[in-house]
């Protein structure tokens, strides 16, 4: 028998700048602490959890619980590259909504170096080396790995659409009209399409410096619960996941020719497909959107992978403004990952605590009105895609 599940608690810290912030230790137990604070319940409750981070040696979830309480759960330490956050989400859902446990705990954090990611082991095979392989006859001389493959993508779009480079830009100037309503945010300073299109010049045209998203530090956690167990315990049930699904590539990234797979397009619509079947109703109905934009290219196709729009329609979508307040859906009010920043392991928890609040109408300056059903996306090269959708009651 499937439980409803709840999201009873949410917390995150504020993002930072590596070199700025706590060690993983501490910034890890600071938001568990903050959702269990708004959960309301005490660490003795928690039945299970499920940490996720990337850059960290094994067991990392569990030094950051010991310093809470040493209760003897079960830990389990989830690494599904940059959508690790909602792996993690998703191993604690379904716990809870098979029945295994009733209330438990799911929490991510990253310690960041700066500069561009790389491969950590260069004595065996890279996970992405197919990837790479796959995207190396359209990249330039010097491009690092990840802007490889979400810039093939994006230029892939470019040719197909002729979607131009400034749809790239407002997506990333739109970024931060929201982010600077986001006291979490690394990224506050509101900038022009003009101003982005004018920055240090990354792969020659198809991006720019900060159509990247930054290296980033934080964490942030989420407790979920059985419906029947919040009403046991007086906690909050107005926010449930209505749908979740997690994916991974399949035989068209690698074997179609279409290099917008290689950024997570196809498994990111496939995982949405899913949801809105178990939801029930579709990209229509949803209000409020925080999706995975590592990239402003990414954030395009990520438009038209969920539905938001036709495919191919991602440009005239962004310049009718229906990516924003006043439009068809606000998508990303934190700032998403190019404002807000993207600490890999706490990502997915951070989107989760923003939709949370969202619902809730707790989200202050970025409120967006009368949010009812929200939507998240959150994928990992290599490759996973996770979509939630959550509701409110």
């Known amino acids: 028998m499937t439980q409803k599940v709840v999201v009873a608690g949410v917390g995150m810290i504020p993002f930072k700048k590596p070199g700025q912030s706590d060690p993983y230790t501490v910034m890890g137990a600071q938001a568990v602490r903050l959702a269990l604070a708004d959960a309301g319940v005490g660490y003795e409750s928690i039945q299970s ?4 981070y990337i850059f960290g040696d094994s067991t ?6 010991y310093d809470i309480g040493m209760t003897g759960i079960p830990v389990i330490n989830v690494h599904n590259n940059c959508a690790s ?15 295994m446990a009733d209330i438990v705990l799911a929490f991510g954090f990253e310690q960041m170096n700066p500069g561009a990611l790389g491969t950590i082991y260069n004595d065996r095979p890279a996970p992405l080396e197919l990837f790479n392989r796959t995207c190396e006859s359209v990249v330039p001389d010097g491009v690092p790995p990840a802007l490889q493959l979400f810039g093939a993508a994006g230029l892939d779009h470019m040719k197909r659409f002729g979607t131009p480079i400034e749809a790239f830009a407002r997506i990333r100037a739109k970024a931060s009209r929201h982010a600077f309503n986001n006291p979490m945010a690394v990224f506050r300073t509101v900038v022009t399409p003009e101003e982005v299109m004018a920055e240090k010049v990354m792969w020659p045209g198809v991006m720019t410096r900060s159509m990247a998203c930054p ?32 994916t991974t590539d399949g035989a068209e990234t690698f074997h179609s020719g279409d290099l917008r797979h290689l950024a997570g397009f196809g498994m990111s619509r496939a995982a949405a497909s899913k949801v809105y079947e178990m939801a029930g109703i579709g990209a229509e109905d949803v209000n409020v959107v925080e999706l995975h934009d590592c990239f402003a290219q990414n954030e395009l196709l990520t438009y038209e992978a969920l539905g938001l729009c036709p495919e191919g329609g991602a440009a005239k979508f962004i310049d009718d403004g229906d990516n924003t ?27 989760c605590t923003e939709l949370v609040q969202q619902l809730r109408g707790q989200a202050e300056k970025r409120q967006v009105e009368n949010a009812r059903v929200a939507l998240q996306h959150n994928v990992g090269i290599g490759g996973a895609a996770v979509v939630t959708m959550y509701r409110k009651d």
């Open 215 to 246: 290296p980033t530090c934080g964490a942030a956690a989420a407790v979920l619960c059985s419906e029947a167990y919040a009403k046991k315990h007086g906690l909050d049930t107005r926010v449930w996941i209505a749908g979740q699904a997690l």
């Open 85 to 99: 956050g909602s792996t993690a989400l998703y191993l604690a859902n379904q716990a809870i909504a098979s029945g």
């Open 60 to 65: 990392g979830g569990q030094r950051v619980l």
């Open 49 to 52: 959890a499920y940490a996720s």
């Open 325 to 351: 307040y006043g439009g068809k859906y606000v998508v990303n009010p934190s700032g998403g990952l190019l404002c807000k920043g993207h600490p890999i392991g706490a990502t997915g928890l951070a989107q």
